[in-house]
């Protein structure tokens, strides 16, 4: 880096999360998305920096890419994680890179759409410790991570390495080559041990409904245990209080009568019915979209961050 970017890259690290996107703005040109956030303590630096709306690089992170650097929608990058390289670094919309993981871009590395790195993962894309005039290897090859890849925890990736889209790759494993597309791999050296289409269950309408009924009762279960939330009663849907505010959470089946509620009770709509939509000033989320409505509260945030970290759901913002 010259002189002015490392100042800039120190200065980063150092200043409130408010002001960082507008310092990348204003003094290296970068096209940073609404809603993007930069934790305290992160710093951010690449030739051309692009992050997009509604995703965050969470604190005590530092990414310093001597190439491009392209962060998609809605993705979320975590807490105490290492970029660095003379390449770039490019990532899609709605993906993840676990605490604790590194990232080496001495060649480009590319992580796809809805594509994740669990904690403590590691990617290389250049190997090198013996002298080279000895005769011993060095290798720089790029690394590339399609659509719906999900490394877990642990997971170390060569350089020259290649998954194909919708693969899993379980932890601790060691992968190198080339990994096909609808891919279970595990081991070290990592091979296939399965396929992706074998292990996914069919959804139907009646399955999705008994899904957001489940994972409505262990959010609650969670959320009174250890947070904040008070359950009220449970029937014949759930009422919920959290500090002076009080809420039914009603889920829309795929089939039958739409739930009644009394109209002055604030409500949070589960929607499982396609084509079915609240009032516009209403709270609500919908399993079959992925999208939820654009006013906050404290208690639908909680359950979308839940639906996201315990089971994997994404859900962009409706534009008003």
Same mark, same amino acid.
């Given at each position: 880096?010259?002189?002015?970017?490392?100042?800039?890259?120190?200065?980063?690290?150092?200043?409130?999360?408010?002001?960082?996107?507008?310092?990348?703005?204003?003094? #290296?040109?970068?096209?940073?998305?609404?809603?993007?956030?930069?934790?305290?303590?992160?710093?951010?630096?690449?030739?051309?920096?692009?992050?997009?709306?509604?995703?965050?690089?969470?604190?005590?992170?530092?990414?310093? #890419?001597?190439?491009?650097?392209?962060?998609?929608?809605?993705?979320?990058?975590?807490?105490?994680?290492?970029?660095?390289?003379? *390449?770039?670094?490019?990532?899609?919309?709605?993906?993840?890179?676990?605490?604790? /993981?590194?990232?080496?871009?001495?060649?480009?590395?590319?992580?796809?759409?809805?594509?994740?790195?669990?904690?403590?993962?590691?990617?290389?894309?250049?190997?090198?410790?013996?002298?080279?005039?000895?005769?011993?290897?060095?290798?720089?090859?790029?690394?590339?991570?399609?659509?719906?890849?999900?490394?877990?925890?642990?997971?170390?990736?060569?350089?020259?390495?290649?998954?194909?889209?919708? /693969?899993?790759?379980?932890?601790?494993?060691?992968?190198?080559?080339?990994?096909?597309?609808? *891919?279970?791999?595990?081991?070290?050296?990592?091979?296939?041990?399965?396929?992706?289409?074998?292990?996914?269950?069919?959804?139907?309408?009646?399955?999705?409904? *008994?899904?957001?009924?489940?994972?409505?009762?262990?959010?609650?279960?969670?959320?009174?245990?250890?947070?904040?939330?008070?359950?009220?009663?449970?029937?014949?849907?759930?009422?919920?209080?959290?500090?002076?505010?009080?809420?039914?959470?009603?889920?829309?089946?795929?089939?039958?009568?739409?739930? *009644?509620?009394?109209?002055?009770?604030?409500?949070? +709509?589960?929607? #499982?019915?396609?084509? +079915?939509?609240?009032?516009?000033?209403?709270?609500?989320?919908?399993?079959?979209?992925?999208?939820?409505?654009?006013?906050?509260?404290?208690?639908?945030?909680?359950?979308?961050?839940?639906?996201?970290?315990?089971?994997?759901?994404?859900?962009?913002?409706?534009?008003?």
């Amino acid at each position: 880096m010259n002189l002015f970017r490392t100042a800039i890259f120190i200065l980063l690290f150092i200043v409130p999360p408010a002001c960082k996107p507008a310092i990348l703005r204003i003094c #290296c040109g970068a096209q940073i998305g609404r809603g993007v956030s930069i934790g305290w303590f992160s710093t951010v630096m690449g030739r051309h920096i692009s992050i997009g709306d509604h995703s965050a690089i969470r604190a005590l992170t530092i990414i310093n #890419c001597g190439g491009d650097l392209s962060i998609g929608r809605y993705s979320i990058i975590s807490s105490f994680i290492l970029v660095y390289g003379a *390449a770039g670094l490019r990532i899609g919309h709605h993906s993840y890179i676990g605490p604790q /993981s590194l990232i080496n871009t001495e060649e480009e590395v590319r992580i796809g759409d809805w594509s994740a790195l669990g904690a403590r993962c590691m990617v290389y894309t250049h190997g090198s410790f013996l002298p080279y005039t000895e005769g011993y290897w060095v290798r720089f090859a790029p690394v590339v991570i399609g659509n719906r890849v999900w490394c877990a925890a642990g997971v170390f990736l060569h350089p020259g390495t290649t998954i194909g889209d919708n /693969s899993f790759v379980n932890s601790r494993s060691v992968v190198s080559g080339d990994i096909p597309a609808n *891919a279970i791999v595990e081991g070290h050296p990592a091979q296939v041990v399965n396929t992706m289409n074998r292990m996914q269950r069919t959804i139907t309408p009646r399955r999705l409904d *008994a899904i957001a009924g489940q994972m409505l009762r262990h959010f609650l279960a969670i959320a009174t245990n250890y947070g904040e939330l008070r359950l009220l009663s449970d029937t014949p849907h759930p009422l919920v209080q959290v500090g002076r505010h009080t809420y039914r959470i009603v889920l829309v089946p795929a089939h039958g009568e739409t739930p *009644a509620v009394a109209p002055d009770q604030p409500t949070i +709509w589960l929607i #499982c019915r396609p084509d +079915w939509q609240p009032a516009p000033t209403q709270l609500w989320l919908n399993l079959i979209t992925y999208r939820r409505s654009p006013a906050h509260a404290v208690i639908l945030d909680a359950l979308c961050t839940f639906l996201q970290r315990y089971y994997g759901i994404q859900l962009e913002y409706e534009e008003r």
